[in-house]
């Protein structure tokens, strides 16, 4: 079960698919340099490798455990934790002047998918505090990043996200937290949230919760939530930590997965009051928290492939090893079960997912960089409509492709893989939280088609499927053999998804059930198609690097071809499930009712 | 997380889908009327919902437990187990002279899905032993059966599967396990098995294990294997339970799911070698394991569709009651969930997936009854072959919609489904082993491609093809416009289906390697196929009560409609996966090398 960070292959995806060499030179006119990055990719992955993913089994047993208002962290988090932080790792993009590494938001992407690799529960903790940076960030005041900023960037203290109550899920209208002025222009906050994770730890010397609560008077649902800062210690003017603020974590959940990061219940104004500041202005907490959430939900889709990636780690390592049955290449005795063509195929898809869903990832966050550094307002937009265009994709199919791969992997080691030492069974509890959090998917694919396809007038949409088409056309014009039926499958995809997004933009104005009807479906469709132009642009990419004399990353054509003709050829079918509309849903009453 | 056995369904299905009125009539000359078949699912259903089903949470959370080579059950079991027995289920298809209630088996299957929709962890204890009685039944002495199988069927003693060794697991050829003649023309059995479910527990009085073993100077591989009997307890001439054998359980498993049923390490022959009768010939062991196995393979196949409607009836109940989002209907406040298009989809997509397979099971059950009962030698070889061929596609595709209905029906409860209190994700859990034991699912779809397509020169695939044409032009001819596409959707299915078979009969002779690269998605392609078949068989008969007078069934259409234009359409795609052959593997060593 040894496990190490694909560094190489994460470089080459941010090169080849992502494109970041070219935005190095010409978006922000060499201020880094491929070098430094593919070091600093390099060095998380070394970090990652021997430091975090060997406590990775033990948080699983172990967990994170709950005593008297404090949580103790599993072993070795801790100290693993600290290093991490010593290591400058929570400022990745962050900006110098607060002592980030100002690196592009893609070499941010890359690191999270290398810690959440070595342990999702481990990374959450970095994960949420980066959230909580970028919405301080963006929305705090002055004096709130002078005294939170640099303190959060170092890891010293982290932060949390306080939105879910027990009635407020998904939904946020429903939360009830109650925010009071106090006379010295802060607050003070009371209620009760749930599902915190990291709320509470001992991993750090304080916790900066960013909570949505309700002012008196407040408007009702989401345009009356106020998003406020209230620190677990609160801080004295020289910056030391005082007295302990009126919130406290009641409990933690006994989960299906990710047991060494706790999830806590939070209470927050027993007596006084929480002691909180606002962030940004008064009833427009929601737009703060997008900032959070958008940032999140990217970093939550990579969770997906950091997780398909570990298990498809242990689960090659388990096929090359398991001796049982004969080869199909004939010989004596059992052989290897990788010779066997069906575990090939379980093999290459967890593989191919992996490299599918890494390039969506590293494209949405190509696109948050070129919002951010685009040389014009144009370019920026541009960048800025792609990534909202992508990020649900991101988000959800990359966690669905994380729950089918760990599951291939549970697979893979036959009844071994059901017995938990093995440590595959973890993989695929730990994964399955991605794809309900932030957002449960179902919800990304209600994004995606009523929100994200009208962006630009339905431009940014189109834009997508037309590159889709120009990689289909690329390959059938320099690919060659090796490519098998690529271009043809990824042509079809790319149609039907045409075919499907048209049908969609008609809806929006004209039958908003039979769009939500096929949400889901469009949304899968999406990523399945991206996903399979995302590996031909790394194939094409190695044939180049062949062309130059390497020909070391020519696999990864045969990769592109077994996910064309293995996986993509299933686009036409779900064009035609979003095609059929809502009719097949309007009985759902008397489908689902008890007497049938 | 109240749950009820799905009497009206199961017994509709048996009707409907599986012609079991039919087969009352025709086959065994009104030996069982209706009547008493309904009383007796209905009285299962009874048992099982008041009785085992409000155990299957703290067997989940207690779990089987062991100290000293003893095995405790979870709070309950024995006491049910005692009262299951004690009504007579352990003898639902089981022969008269022997106690049985002599029904055919596919009520027996049917009481098979309810005591695993009640718990998966039960219920394995009692499917264990009914293997274990078909291999005796058929291929024990008369001086055995006189022993043991009314003590079997009676419920008094229970059965085990010993097969599976460390290094021996989907490959019985690496069996080590030996055995050596005594001079009493009984055996001594030296070895250690693995996996072996129920292998030592409280529930009963006795344990009758059947074990796979080598005898001196046996050929190698699974033509040297002899299947032997070896009780916990001796038994006295007198039927009274003698001394202990010479075997023990040395540990249990700490598994993924199925907590309450115990996955036991069996010990045989520490000191004078375990004591044991043989059954059938000398190493003619495997075709007497056959006959355990198939029967094993039908029966797990209906636990996949028993946790699904587990998972489903549990994530209705909550999708009525949560309340999150405004409906689609408009509206004040929070509308249930259930309102929302993609929760809908959710739900359906499960019911759907659970009436399809359980069709394929009773399909599958009413083909081995035409085996047995059959009223000419041509109808019971048609129907020996019919179960052949589809008991593999019963096992796995059933179990691949266990496994992706339970996870949906995490998905439907949102952040709750991942607390393991909501106990969603327990059925998640106990779903998973269903696709791994009794054969892993992918030798399941080998097992259908290369021996049971050549059935009857082809013919047996052949006519299951035609016979889901004739469902689709039936739907086309009287089905009116309630199915929506339906007809259209399954004629397509059904031609994708007849050209992968067609494919996949000329690879045999020529290309195994591209059968064996397309056999999963070749079987996915048939379940799909066929479920939608059965689906419409409901539908129909369900427009046909309508036009006697009783239209309380006609959702059956409305859910036909639903498989058919939502998750039908992707069966053109996996003839094209099918059809692509080994192409895309051929380089897979470079694909799962290292360096990429």
């Known amino acids: 079960m040894t496990y190490r960070s694909p560094v190489a292959d994460i470089l080459f995806s941010l090169k080849a698919v992502a494109g970041l060499s070219e935005f190095i030179g010409a978006k922000l006119d060499g201020e880094f340099d491929w070098e430094t990055i593919a070091s600093v990719v390099s060095e998380a992955g070394r970090f990652a490798t021997e430091e975090i993913a060997p406590l990775n089994r033990s948080a699983d ?32 993009s962050a900006p110098s002047e607060f002592g980030g590494m100002a690196l592009p938001h893609l070499v941010n992407v890359a690191c999270t998918e290398i810690w959440n690799g070595a342990s999702m529960a481990f990374a ?42 027990a009635q407020a899920g998904s939904d946020l209208n429903g939360i009830r937290t109650r925010a009071e002025r106090a006379d010295d222009g802060t607050y003070r906050l009371f ?21 949505l609560a309700r002012l008196p008077g407040a408007p009702a649902g989401t345009r009356g939530l106020s998003l406020f800062l209230a620190p677990k210690f609160l801080v004295n003017p020289d910056g030391s930590l005082g007295a302990s603020n009126d919130l406290r974590c009641a409990s933690i959940e006994h989960k299906l997965g990710i047991h060494g990061s706790p999830t806590c219940v939070m209470i927050f ?68 079960i990788i010779e066997h063509p069906d575990v090939q195929r379980m093999l290459m898809t967890m593989k191919a997912s992996v490299h599918a869903a890494r390039g969506i990832c590293h494209l949405t966050a190509a696109s ?28 959800a199919f990359s966690t669905d492709l994380g729950d089918e791969a760990t599951s291939l992997g549970v697979q893979i080691h036959g009844g071994m893989g059901f017995i938990e030492e093995t ?28 929100r994200k396809l009208p962006l630009a007038g339905g431009a940014t949409a189109r834009n997508e499927v ?65 996903g ?59 489908v689902l009712a008890d007497s049938i």
Request: aromatic share 6%; net charge negative; proline share 2%.
């Open 191 to 211: 209620g009760e949230k749930i599902f915190i994770t990291y709320g509470e730890h001992d991993l750090a010397e304080n916790i900066v919760h960013l909570v």
């Open 61 to 92: 047993t172990v967990g994170a455990t709950y005593a008297n208002g404090a949580v103790i962290s599993p072993p070795g988090f801790a100290d693993a934790y600290r290093r991490w932080a010593e290591g400058g790792w929570g400022g990745v």
């Open 269 to 336: 104004g027993e007596s006084e009051g929480a002691k909180a500041w606002l962030i940004g202005e008064e009833n427009r907490g929601l737009a703060a928290m997008f900032v959070m959430m958008n940032a999140a939900r990217l970093a939550v889709g990579t969770q997906g492939v950091a997780i398909a990636e570990r298990a498809y780690q242990q689960a090659l390592e388990f096929a090359r090893e398991r001796r049982q049955g004969r080869s199909a290449k004939g010989g004596e005795g059992m052989a290897p």
């Open 423 to 450: 440590g595959a069974a973890q993989h695929m509890r730990d994964s399955r939280i991605a794809a309900i959090y932030e957002g449960a998917n179902g919800i990304h694919g209600i994004d995606l088609v009523l």
């Open 368 to 395: 948050l960089d070129l919002a951010s550094h685009g040389r014009t307002e144009a370019e920026r937009t541009a960048g800025a409509n792609r990534a909202a265009l992508l990020t649900p994709i991101a988000k």
């Open 124 to 165: 959450l903790c970095p994960l949420l505090t980066e959230s909580a940076i970028g919405a301080l960030k963006a929305y705090g005041s002055k004096d709130l990043l002078d005294v939170y900023l640099e303190a959060m960037i170092s890891g010293r203290w982290t932060g949390t996200m306080n939105l879910t109550e």
């Open 532 to 590: 399979g132009a995302c590996l031909a642009k790394a194939g094409l990419a190695a044939q180049a690097l062949a062309r130059e004399g390497d020909d070391s990353e020519l696999a990864r054509v045969a990769l592109a071809r077994f996910y064309a003709e293995k996986l993509l050829p299933v686009a036409p079918g779900l064009n035609r499930i979003v095609a059929s509309g809502a009719g097949a849903m309007k009985s759902y009453e008397s």
């Open 466 to 530: 037309n590159e889709m088409r120009d990689v289909a056309r690329a390959v059938s014009e320099r690919g060659g053999a090796d490519f098998g039926a690529t271009s043809a499958r990824l042509s079809e995809a790319a149609e039907a998804l045409d075919q499907a997004t048209r049908a969609m933009q008609i809806w929006l104005s004209s039958d908003t059930e039979s769009a939500l009807a096929g949400a889901s479906a469009y949304l899968r469709l999406f990523g399945l198609t991206l």
